[in-house]
């Protein structure tokens, strides 16, 4: 528990500002992936039953692209706002994974979104390690609760 302690801290004093809005973007970019794949359900189905390397039933796919779709567009929000940043990038981090491994490198032709994948998968381990930053709704909470403790203990 320690360990995970001396991470966020050594993440919430080194985290420069411009990251916020990258941690912006990401959170956006993840919030209309899952929007796109909502509205292409059809087209990620076909997908998943081409790279089926898990072997899963009709059903089991079903079920995978609703999940897929829910986290992107929550954890996607989560990320945009820096509302429990950390949580909602390790949720994020083994879809795309899987993403990566799964859908992109056993795809038969060279898939682009390869590397899309790749960096997305590289920034959500960035933010799941130094949080969400000044900018967001967890350091407003952070300074509030800050505030309170001053104020209750007369300093």
């Given amino acids: ?9 050594w993440g919430d004093t080194h985290h420069p500002k411009m990251l916020d809005l990258i941690r912006i973007l990401l959170g956006l970019f993840l919030l209309l992936k899952g929007i796109g794949f909502l ?8 997908q998943i039953i081409r790279t089926n390397a898990l072997h899963l039933s009709p059903d089991n796919i079903t079920l995978l692209i609703h999940y897929v779709t829910l ?3 929550i954890g996607g929000i ?38 899309l994948s790749i960096l997305v998968l590289g920034l959500l ?22 505030d309170d403790r001053r104020a209750e203990t007369g300093s």
């Fill in 71 to 73: 986290v992107h567009m």
């Fill in 78 to 115: 989560f990320i945009l706002l820096g509302l429990l940043t950390r949580l909602a990038s390790l949720i994020q981090i083994p879809i795309v994974f899987g993403a990566v491994f799964f859908v992109n490198i056993l795809s038969p032709y060279f898939n682009s979104e390869l590397w």
């Fill in 1 to 9: 528990m320690k360990v995970i302690r001396n991470i966020e801290t």
């Fill in 125 to 146: 381990t960035v933010f799941m390690v130094i949080g969400s930053g000044p900018l967001s709704i967890d350091n407003l909470l952070r300074n509030i609760i800050a």
């Fill in 39 to 46: 509205n292409h359900y059809p087209f990620l189905r076909d």
